[in-house]
T-cell receptor, first 113, second 115 residues
């Protein structure tokens, strides 16, 4: 089942902060975050593993609340380059068939000068 | 340079024709995947393959076929049975990390238009 992302879209001024949420109705093993620019392929940002992990990359960080089956992506002091669509992918494993990701519908982020 | 290549970038076909999309990777990744993305939508899994000569259906496999004869290559055929083939197709490959999960990386994509 597809994870639910919120908000669907957000507009920021340069330097403002934003939070993107990803919720699943199923137990999560890990959550993967990607950013996609228009017409391009998604670019890997980070993976969060179960256990309440937090990670950061530059001014983008994320947390994973296993009990709530939710992950949040935090964008601090946003830059123009942060504009794009952010996707979360939840990992599921199938016995003898490997792992796969199920992606949310995406959150469109636009950063204005 | 290591990476995932998809060709062509844009592809046009007439309705009723089969078309094959290429995906090659030189990252030595075991697993490969095909996704479909429609405008303004997320990514949906078509097929994936964990090892050579083995592949599994994803969520929307109907009207598509794949093969995995080599580790580096995972071509996708969009058959005439696919009712709405016009979409952006993304190939990905993944590697098992030290933490026991898989990091997935995407190719540049092929935009298929069927008229």
């Amino acid at each position: 089942q597809q994870p639910v992302q919120s908000p669907q879209a957000v507009i920021l001024r340069e330097g403002e902060d934003a939070v993107i949420n990803c919720s699943s109705s199923k137990a999560l093993y890990s959550v993967h975050w990607y950013r996609q620019k228009h017409g391009e392929a998604p670019v890997f940002l980070m993976i969060l593993l179960k256990g309440g992990e937090q990670k950061g990359h530059d001014k983008i960080s994320a947390s994973f609340n296993e009990k709530k089956q939710q992950s949040s992506l935090y964008l601090t002091a946003s830059q123009l380059s942060y504009s794009g669509t952010y996707f979360c992918g939840t990992e599921r494993r199938v016995h003898n068939a490997g792992n796969m990701l199920t992606f949310g519908g995406g959150t469109r982020l636009m950063v204005k000068p | 340079d290591g990476g995932i290549t998809q060709s062509p970038k844009y592809l046009f076909r007439k309705e009723g024709q089969n078309v094959t999309l290429s995906c090659e990777q030189n990252l030595n990744h075991d697993a490969m995947y095909w996704y479909r993305q429609d405008p303004g939508q997320g990514l949906r899994l078509i097929y994936y393959s964990q090892i050579v000569n083995d592949f599994q259906k994803g969520d929307i496999a109907e009207g598509y076929s794949v093969s995995r004869e080599k580790k580096e290559s995972f071509p996708l055929t969009v058959t005439s049975a696919q009712k709405n083939p016009t979409a952006f197709y993304l190939c990905a490959s993944s590697i098992l990390t030290g933490t026991g999960t898989y990091e997935q990386y995407f190719g540049p994509g092929t935009r298929l238009t069927v008229t």
